[in-house]
T-cell receptor, first 111, second 113 residues
């Protein structure tokens, strides 16, 4: 069955420290994975997708099929990175595609 | 210039009542969704509609009935509310064929007492 697991409910780091938000998935096909973010008092929004292999706000995520992981990383955390982060897997395609979300990880960056 | 809006923002009601949550998007998207976020922040899809047609219908009690009068609106009606229905309900929309990039509404916090 398709599943996304984020083992950490809360990750607390100091400003300037490296950050790694863990995400593991279970999927029988070729996975498409994403990270969504919800900042305080803002809406949930797409942060990045694995296919684009881009860095957004200093964050990167590499799909590791061997470890079935898609961890989100940033070398130096900033206070404005504090937010709720959701890893998501796309199941299906086109208009029938649906996002399967992990449980979410709250990132707290302390000054 | 709100992209996806939901009303009401908060809804407090008693068990057994029937209530509706409305969602509207002005992005011109064809697909709309309803999600439920439980007390542990777990976000799960409930329904999706494409151009007024039901596409995704997850295992949701039939007390929940979505209605899409046009492609810009997707309302959620809940009958005989139960304590376990207390959650935050999010509406979202996406462009045709780009279901991975969803635009979310602000959420409706439903509390059933």
């Amino acid at each position: 069955a398709q599943r996304v697991t984020q083992p950490e409910k809360l990750l607390s780091v100091f400003k300037g420290a490296p950050v790694e938000l863990k995400c593991n998935y279970s999927y029988s096909g070729s996975p498409e994975l994403f990270w969504y973010v919800q900042y305080s008092r803002q809406r949930l929004q797409l942060l990045l997708r694995h296919i684009s292999r881009e860095s957004i706000k200093g964050f990167t995520a590499d799909l590791n099929k061997g470890e079935t992981s898609f961890h989100l990383k940033k070398p130096f955390a900033q206070e404005e990175d504090s937010a709720m982060y959701y890893c998501a897997l796309l199941h299906g395609s086109g208009n029938t595609g649906k996002l399967i979300f992990g449980q979410g990880t709250t990132l707290q960056v302390k000054p | 210039d709100t992209a996806v809006s939901q009303t009401p923002k908060y809804l407090v009601t008693q068990m057994g009542n029937d209530k509706s949550i409305k969602c509207e998007q002005n992005l011109g998207h064809d697909t709309m969704y309803w999600y439920k976020q439980d007390s542990k922040k777990f976000l799960k899809i409930m329904f999706s509609y494409n151009n007024k047609e039901l596409i995704i219908n997850e295992t949701v009690p039939n007390r929940f009935s979505p209605k899409s009068p046009d492609k810009a609106h997707l309302n959620l009606h809940i009958n005989s509310l139960e304590l376990g229905d207390s959650a935050v309900y999010f509406c979202a929309s996406s462009q045709d064929g780009i279901s991975y990039e969803q635009y979310f509404g602000p959420g409706t916090r439903l509390t059933v007492t």
